[in-house]
């Protein structure tokens, strides 16, 4: 479904991805944890072209892609079969909950006024949002704005969504409505690579999980492997800190 | 004066002054109509830093923020004419130049100032919209320029309104320097009207509460506007 | 200050007063290089001064703006600024008995416009003006004249002095033509190191009226205005004002006096 | 470009420099008194707004409201004739007063107004949070505000009171209208010497002369803020 | 040690605090949980004199006030006998940070330069910030940041510290070390009051959690009460969102 191979990325004289390669089969949930500062950020924005990469070969399907030397027609193909959900929502701030999902649809891809506003709607549904359609994202929860941002991506009915950490920016009280989202639309179906620091949802929804560090994969594997016995010993410095002291006992 | 202000000619002279209001209003408009679109495209190649564009509006801004309007205005309405007829002489063009009405000169002055002006406002309107809607937009499939269009210059129009409004205020203000071109605004009006009986503090009374009446509509109107426009920063809670 | 004698300036009859006189109006008045008051107008009530020990004099330079506003004030008793009479005048300023001065009020015209020789032809010829500042008593002039003559005005537009460079917009082609005092003209085009000595081919000077000049009293300054006459009067006996004129105009417009009717 | 040659001679311009610069001082002397009485007045006004005080909240607004729509020329003259006449009723004769005094009248108010809002806004860009702090560490109010709150807001205000000077600066060049012989009255009689002709090589000099000015203060008031922005420099991503 | 009696607070007609008691022991860590609105952090607000209550009495040791109608005199002794920790940090941005320690001690308590400096590089090193007594708050992490806060208020070694989220405002990787230092001056014995949604801190450090809703305290104990067996409804709820899902099996 979607396969990357050795992405380098610097900005200046930082080489922040130094080969990153991954692979996703259709329908898998990715979830990829990693330090602050370890490159998972920008690795999900070279995928969606929002960073230009140095190098690197991206294949969607079937459209084959140099990440560095895409042309505009082929990297608006590739924005046309991904989504992305950020970290601090990005809302547009001058439409409604609903204007924001249909946005893509109407102005991007041209599709019919009603018939965005239909699908529009069903997003807003899938994520609980029934009833804020004419809410503008400031009057909107942090949690409601980011399932706001899930139906948005949700809407488009990409081929993949990537999620950078969309929980992070969120009171620990509303994490779990969007999380709850998120479970939802993976079990849909729906291909998935997502940046997160939630253990609980990498656990109980990941296919894979890819442990990152220094602009580098270090380790991968299924959310046991990882958890319970990671092979190399950066994963488990990190998962030491990140996890609750007795996290162990109940996973 | 010691003998007291003319009532008489305070109040006549009002409507003298008030008769300059549309010639005002029309270099105001005819400025901000040449300003805001300039100024906006100009401040676009500033924050992406276009090579020379980027350096000239630099320069045009720092000129024209360092100098004082009224020599700008003496520098274009001696200068502009001979430019233009060096210019039509050198290639025979059978134009005359100095049919030109003064006011044409009030446009060229007015525009030059109010673009310099709007280029750093917009600017810095540009600047607070976040890098992130640019981008969201673009995730959605948007181009660059259905993404500027659609989100960022209507968020970046909220944000400049007030300055809008200032620099707007500040050119109907500049305006009453217009008499040093003979443009026959509000000042020069009341002035030659005081001339005849040498009212000259009346005259420059009503000047005065012309420029606050005028003034305080449009500061009502632009704050009209910003609200409507702004609609959807109003939090409900 | 007044002229040498009187330094013993302590003396209690001896008022002091202020002389405001235009600071940019060469050769009529102008502070010169040295932040000296000079010009006819100002070398004349210097003369004045000198015969009026009962009087101090302290010339004070200002735009011609200040200089009207001021006089009528009483910020200065007395304005000199190539003032002509007028009946607005009159109702804020004491006139005096004797005028100050003669000044030539002409065109500025092309070369090939020469033929043009009063308000009337020009405003046939339907030519543009050059602003004049609305409280220049030359623009009360020419109102006057379109006043008088509703069928055939000349176009008439307030400006700003300190912008509008007569000769060299006319010469340009700017506007038909500006109303201009024989002073000044001479002294850009005529003479040899003028500015514009270059155009002296290429514009005529064409006079229209000699003008008397007065300088503007202060209401309360009656007493005053009839010093002042007494003095100016012996001055003209002496040809003192003819020197003057020779030396700043170029002319001794005292010659035409005769024909002078305003 | 036969015409240009006729009018236009640059040498005008350099040999005006050595004219016009000495007037300067004037300029720098006006200006410098109303930024000194503006500040003074402006920072009374800022008072008023933040204050409790309802009334005196709406007098400093109106007032900064009338100034922001008067045309800086039109304030002049009403300052100029309309201050005199007034005091003329009260039987004060201000009539001797100097024109520049006029002048640093009409620019103190003006910048007053603009310093107003100057330091309104930078007292409130700076968060609550610093406040509240500093008394919860047992400062009392006022050692809250000269210690923390002050400093803090003198480096927002910096920028804002470096383009008010600007500002102030550049409308000080009307004051020739009512013959002050500043640097631009002493063009105006450089212009009048020269029978009103070579105006724009002289126009252009001025313009040089304030350009070169604002370019400087804007340097100058860069350094500034940088000098007392410390603490303020974020450090680079982590 | 610290006592309040019946606060009352309203902002316009909102009744924030409806008669909110509390009492803590010296040398106890009092946990105080609850909903987001419930009120938590105008009372510590109030406490601190940062907010006027509208009636209720306090009494420090010997030393009783009102809290509506405190001298000047009153709430600077009260201040100086507290300490509070924002959740925004809220250091004083143009001071290093040991200025930012030693500010109170130098100004507002006139202890001499010198010792205050002592003082201040101690509670510096207690933080583990040895390394950074020059830094400006821009320089340093958010965890930094409160450690910073944390040393301020301990340096004027105050008879209770007030903590109003301190570690809510960071980045999940930051909250251990803040966390860390918080026991560590627990354990020494100072008296906190501590606003939290940190469960494991609750737990381990706190000898009585209280819970607030709605502006009154619903529920009060020690942890393994409240946590493991919470009698009102309106506690189970709000724990049952906040806690991880399988928390239970842990504690
Ligand atoms: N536009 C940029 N210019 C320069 N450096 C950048 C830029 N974007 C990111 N970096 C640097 O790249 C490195 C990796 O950043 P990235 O955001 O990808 O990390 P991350 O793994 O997402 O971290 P976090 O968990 O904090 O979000 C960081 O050191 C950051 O400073
Ligand atoms: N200065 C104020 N003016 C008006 N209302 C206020 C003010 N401060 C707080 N409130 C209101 O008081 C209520 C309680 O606020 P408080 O901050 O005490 O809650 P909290 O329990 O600390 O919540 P959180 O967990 O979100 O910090 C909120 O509804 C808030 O809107
Ligand atoms: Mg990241
Ligand atoms: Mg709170």
Redesign the pocket.
């Known amino acids: 479904m979607l396969e990357i191979k050795d992405i380098h990325k610097s900005?200046?004289k930082?080489e922040?991805?130094k080969g990153v390669d991954l692979t996703i089969d259709k329908g898998d949930v990715v979830v990829i944890l990693?330090?602050?500062?370890?490159?998972?950020?920008?690795?999900?924005?070279c995928i969606n072209f929002l960073?230009k990469a140095d190098s690197g070969k991206a294949a969607f399907g079937e459209l084959q892609v140099d990440l560095h030397s895409a042309s505009k027609k082929d990297i608006h193909a590739i924005r046309q079969k991904t989504a992305f959900v950020f970290?601090s929502y990005n809302l547009f701030n001058n439409k409604t909950a609903l204007e924001n999902v249909t946005e893509g649809l109407i102005t991007g891809r041209k599709v019919p006024k009603t018939e965005a506003n239909e699908i529009g709607k069903k997003a807003l549904d899938k994520v609980g949002l029934s009833d804020k359609y004419d809410s503008y994202p400031s009057q909107l929860s942090g949690g409601q704005q980011q399932r706001v941002g899930i139906a948005r991506a949700v809407a488009l009915n990409p081929d993949i969504i990537l999620f950078?950490?969309p929980t992070?920016a969120l009171d620990p009280e509303l994490v779990g409505e969007v999380l709850t989202v998120m479970k939802n639309i993976a079990n849909e179906g729906t291909t998935m690579l997502v940046?997160t620091?939630e253990m609980s949802f990498a656990k109980d929804v990941a296919k894979r999980v890819i442990f990152?560090d220094g602009?580098v994969v270090v380790e991968e594997g299924t959310p046991h492997e990882i958890f319970v016995s990671p092979k190399e010993e950066r994963t488990k410095k990190f998962l030491k800190r990140v996890l609750p002291e007795d996290y162990t006992f109940y996973i | 004066m010691s003998d007291g202000l003319n009532y008489k000619f305070l109040v006549d002279t009002f409507f003298v002054a008030l008769s300059g209001v549309p010639i005002t209003l029309f270099v105001t408009a005819v400025a901000l109509l040449v300003a805001l679109p300039l100024g906006f495209l100009l401040a676009l190649t500033r924050i992406n830093q276009i090579p020379i564009l980027n350096t000239f509006s630099q320069v045009y801004v720092s000129f024209v923020r360092g100098t004082p309007i009224i020599i700008q205005i003496f520098i274009v309405y001696a200068s502009v004419p001979l430019i233009l007829t060096a210019i039509t002489e050198k290639y025979n063009w059978n134009i005359k130049i100095y049919d030109i009405n003064p006011i044409w000169y009030a446009f060229i002055v007015f525009s030059f100032s109010t673009t310099a002006i709007l280029i750093e406002v917009f600017r810095s309107a540009l600047s607070t919209v976040s890098k992130g809607q640019l981008e969201a937009a673009q995730a959605v499939g948007l181009t660059n320029f259905q993404a500027y269009r659609r989100i960022v210059i209507p968020q970046a129009l909220v944000v400049a309104l007030p300055n809008i409004c200032t620099a707007t205020v500040n050119l109907i203000k500049a305006t009453s320097l217009g008499y040093a071109m003979s443009l026959q605004e509000i000042t020069l009006k009341a002035k030659v009207a005081a001339n005849v009986g040498y009212n000259y503090v009346e005259a420059y009374l009503d000047i005065f509460l012309v420029y606050i009446i005028l003034c305080s509509l449009v500061e009502y109107g632009f704050k009209l506007y910003e609200k409507r426009l702004r609609k959807y920063q109003y939090v409900s809670s | 200050s007044s002229g040498g004698a009187s330094t013993s300036s302590e003396d209690e009859d001896v008022r002091k007063v202020k002389v405001a006189y235009d600071q940019a109006s060469k050769p009529i008045s102008w502070l010169d290089d040295k932040g000296n008051a000079t010009g006819y107008d100002v070398e004349v009530m210097k003369l004045v001064d000198e015969l009026l020990p009962e009087y101090e004099f302290e010339y004070v330079g200002t735009t011609s703006d200040d200089l009207l506003i001021g006089v009528e004030q009483g910020k200065y008793q007395v304005g000199v600024k190539n003032a002509f009479w007028t009946e607005e005048r009159t109702a804020k300023f004491i006139f005096p008995q004797e005028f100050l001065g003669l000044s030539s009020a002409g065109l500025v015209l092309k070369k090939e416009n020469e033929h043009i020789k009063t308000l009337a032809d020009f405003a046939s010829a339907g030519f543009s003006l050059a602003p004049i500042a609305a409280n220049n008593a030359q623009y009360t002039i020419i109102a006057e004249y379109n006043d008088a003559n509703p069928d055939n005005p000349v176009k008439l537009e307030a400006g700003d002095a300190f912008t509008v460079d007569v000769v060299q917009w006319v010469n340009e082609g700017r506007v038909g033509g500006g109303v201009i005092i024989e002073g000044p003209f001479q002294k850009q085009v005529l003479e040899e190191d003028g500015p514009y000595y270059n155009l002296k081919d290429e514009v005529v000077y064409n006079e229209f009226a000699v003008i008397k000049t007065w300088p503007l009293f202060n209401k309360k300054e009656q007493e005053f205005a009839d010093a002042y006459d007494k003095a100016i009067k012996q001055l003209k006996e002496d040809k003192k004002t003819n020197e003057l004129s020779t030396e700043y105009y170029g002319r001794d417009l005292f010659e035409v006096l005769d024909n002078v009717n305003r | 470009m036969s015409n240009m040659e006729k009018y236009f001679d640059a040498s005008y311009i350099w040999s005006s420099f050595p004219a016009l610069l000495p007037f300067l001082k004037i300029t720098f002397l006006v200006a410098g008194l109303s930024i000194i009485f503006g500040t003074f007045f402006g920072l009374i006004l800022a008072s008023m707004k933040l204050g409790k005080n309802k009334v005196a909240r709406k007098v400093a607004n109106f007032y900064t409201t009338i100034l922001r729509c008067t045309p800086s020329i039109v304030l002049l003259f009403l300052v100029y004739y309309g201050v005199p006449s007034i005091a003329d009723n009260f039987g004060i004769y201000l009539h001797d007063i100097d024109t520049a005094v006029f002048v640093v009248i009409t620019f103190t108010l003006q910048f007053a107004a603009i310093m107003s809002e100057v330091i309104r806004s930078a007292y409130e860009s700076i968060e609550k949070g610093q406040f509240e702090a500093a008394v919860s560490v047992g400062l009392s109010p006022f050692q809250a505000y000269r210690r923390i709150i002050f400093p803090q807001a003198l480096v927002v205000a910096l920028p804002n009171f470096g383009n008010g000077m600007i500002a102030l600066l550049q409308e000080g060049s009307l004051a020739y209208t009512i013959g002050l012989i500043d640097v631009v009255g002493k063009a105006n009689l450089i212009i009048a010497a020269n029978y009103n002709t070579h105006a724009l090589e002289i126009f252009i000099a001025l313009a040089i002369i304030y350009w070169i000015l604002s370019i400087l203060i804007e340097k100058g008031f860069g350094k500034l803020e940088k000098m007392f922005s410390k603490g303020k420099q974020t450090i680079?991503?982590?």
Chains 1, 5 share one sequence.
């Open positions: 900005f200046g930082n922040i991805l990693g330090p602050s500062g370890s490159g998972k950020t920008t690795l999900l924005r960073e970290q950078d950490e992070s940046v620091h990152m602009g | 680079k991503a982590t």
